[in-house]
């Protein structure tokens, strides 16, 4: 039994909106859906219940994230790749066991699944760097690892995919890993392929044809928040987290009166100023200074002094309505989260997976 009301309400039925207009963007492509980090904090066993009709397989970071996935998730056996790919043969041996897909991004990766005995041979999932430089193996490389992908007693497939650096953006990096990648696909047309993460999708330098052998990598635009700087769709998507926490405490402040740790703020006039039971332990960012916008009764209450372990305060001066216990939304249907990001000098992705193993996740339709 929870106590207190502070909660992440997940629309479910908006996971489900989202993924389906994800569809309707991808055509013939197959779909996978991005559900690392808990979901993307929305709850893994949840978000696949939901997720599951809608896309061809699953994505992860790393084989616990797979293993916790299978545990929460009982009412499919849908593929789950790992994105990192596998660190050890113990973990390929858990793959095998559980349909499991690995990426391999290394020679080490490589002389692993060559060595291992496994009781089935896996999907393979070969990274290759084409300019973010950060996992994969150089483009002189893909024809000898492919060679050794295809004599390889325990490979049953091979999907070859890269990673943009830029997707969000228009920088000129997103030409060439383009051309990169449409190079390695005129050279190996037998192959299904990945490149198109959320914000690809989005971006009309990397857009491209989408077809039935193409993967699409989408995470958080299955959360209904848009990921791109170059292309809004906002209006086409529904938040699937709503944050939201209680009014615990209001206070009438006197002009010149300040609110909170070093004072960071003072009452330029009379002040109503409400307490609410959110702070940085729950991820609602410190760093989200005076003027950051929550909702309250159906208004923009800003908040106003320091974000404090357990609480933070907004200015209610102009909603009288506004009393103990109504909830204040932090981000969600009404605060757009990509807003609060600002605020916080960081990106939306950091605010919903942050977002604290202490706060419920309350489900609903």
């Not at 790992?82 to 490589?110: D, K, M, P, R, T």
């Not at 989408?218 to 209680?246: D, F, H, I, R």
């Not at 004072?263 to 330029?268: G, K, Q, T």
Request: with cysteine; net charge negative; proline share 4%.
């Amino acid at each position: 039994m929870n106590f207190r009301t502070t909660r992440a309400e997940i629309d479910v039925d908006a996971l489900s909106a989202n993924a389906n207009w994800v569809r309707q963007q991808i055509g013939t492509g197959k779909l996978l859906g991005i559900v690392k980090a808990d979901g993307y904090g929305h709850g893994v066993g949840a978000v696949c219940d939901v997720l599951a009709p809608c896309v061809d397989a699953f994505g992860v970071g790393f084989t616990d994230e797979a293993v916790a996935l299978r545990d929460a998730h009982t009412s499919s056996d849908k593929p789950v790749l790992i994105l990192e790919g596998c660190q050890s043969i113990a973990e390929l041996e858990v793959a095998a066991e559980n349909n499991f897909w690995v990426v391999i991004h290394s020679l080490y990766q490589l002389e692993l699944l060559e060595q291992a005995k496994l009781a089935r041979p896996l999907c393979v999932w070969l990274k290759i760097d084409t300019g973010m430089h950060r996992l994969g193996l150089e483009l002189a490389a893909v024809e000898s690892f492919l060679v050794r992908l295809q004599k390889c007693n325990n490979v049953a497939g091979t999907v070859l995919m890269s990673h943009l650096a830029n997707a969000d953006s228009g920088m000129p990096l997103n030409h060439y890993q383009r051309q990169q990648f449409e190079q390695i696909k005129r050279q190996h047309s037998g192959f299904q392929f990945s490149l198109h993460n959320s914000a690809a999708l989005l971006n009309p330098q990397l857009r491209g044809e989408i077809g039935e052998n193409d993967w699409v990598r989408a995470g958080l635009l299955l959360y209904g928040v848009n990921p791109s700087a170059v292309t809004e769709v906002q209006s086409e998507l529904k938040p699937a987290m709503s944050l939201k926490a209680p009014i615990i405490a209001i206070h009438e402040l006197k002009k010149g009166d300040s609110v909170g740790y070093g004072s960071s703020w003072i009452a330029e006039k009379p002040s109503r100023i409400a307490t609410v039971a959110i702070g940085y332990a729950d991820g609602y960012p410190r760093q989200c200074g005076n003027g950051t916008p929550t909702a309250v009764c159906n208004k923009i209450a800003p908040v106003v002094g320091r974000v404090s372990m357990d609480m933070i305060t907004i200015d209610i001066t102009d909603m009288p309505e506004a009393c103990v216990g109504d909830d204040v939304e932090l981000w969600g249907a009404r605060i757009d989260v990509r807003e609060v990001a600002n605020c916080a000098d960081t990106i939306s992705w950091h605010l919903l997976t942050g977002t604290s193993v202490r706060v419920p996740r309350v489900y609903r339709a």
